[in-house]
């Protein structure tokens, strides 16, 4: 079988595709790349990877595949057939959905509030807007999860995979007594052993 290579920026989104990798047991090499210390952005070294320099991206059977939802779809399409609903099901509709929410909508509040952080005032008259935002993305979350803690299936699914890292936030941002059913999805996540092998392999959260 491949070894699919994994180009790991430490604190990125590319622990979730470790986390992957490690339920479906497949092999993987990681290859580590560290923020700047005083800059917090990626090394030049992963724009020789891929043009944008960003991570995760992944070598699989002699590709470059970047983008986080890509790459889970990737993966899952090969070997993790089982973490998609079926496609005549409606619950692929909304499999598909959050897959793309996970990227397209919910991260774009929790960057400006990062990045905006920076700014001190002069970022204040953006906050009441970005707090609002990211309070209407984490509510619709906390109202889709399913009973059995899980967002499509009753077990473990891709949209779990890729919402692991915005529903990670909560507890960085020490949001998480607003949000309970997010907060015991996190607990969960980080429960599995899958999870525990991928952060070693990580070097750390």
């Known amino acids: 079988m491949t070894v699919i290579k994994v180009h790991h920026l430490n604190q990125s989104r590319s622990l979730r595709i470790l986390w992957l990798l490690e339920e479906l047991n497949l092999p993987y090499e990681v290859i580590r790349y560290?923020?700047?210390?005083?800059?917090?952005?990626?090394?030049?070294?992963l724009a020789q990877i891929h043009p944008l320099g960003k991570s995760p991206v992944i070598e699989i059977d002699g590709q470059i595949v970047a983008e986080s939802g890509a790459i889970v779809e990737t993966i899952v399409a090969r070997h993790g057939q089982d973490l998609v609903?079926?496609?005549?099901?409606?619950?692929?509709?909304?499999?598909?959905?959050?897959?793309?929410?996970?990227?397209?909508?919910?991260?774009?509040?929790?960057?400006?509030?990062?990045?905006?952080?920076?700014?001190?005032e002069a970022a204040a008259p953006l906050q009441p807007r970005i707090q609002?935002?990211?309070?209407?993305?984490?509510?619709y979350l906390e109202t889709v999860i399913r009973p059995s803690g899980h967002f499509v299936l009753?077990?473990?699914?891709?949209?779990?995979?890729?919402?692991?890292?915005?529903?990670?936030v909560l507890s960085r941002l020490g949001l998480e007594d607003s949000y309970p059913n997010l907060a015991a999805f996190n607990q969960m996540v980080r429960s599995r052993p899958a999870f525990q092998k991928a952060l070693e392999q990580a070097g750390g959260d």
Do not use: W
């Open 34 to 45: 560290e923020r700047d210390a005083t800059t917090r952005l990626a090394p030049p070294e």
């Open 85 to 120: 609903p079926p496609k005549d099901s409606d619950a692929y509709i909304q499999h598909l959905e959050l897959m793309h929410f996970a990227e397209g909508s919910v991260m774009t509040p929790l960057l400006l509030n990062l990045y905006t952080a920076r700014l001190g």
């Open 132 to 139: 609002q935002e990211m309070a209407n993305h984490y509510g």
């Open 154 to 168: 009753d077990d473990l699914s891709a949209a779990d995979i890729m919402l692991s890292f915005p529903v990670s």
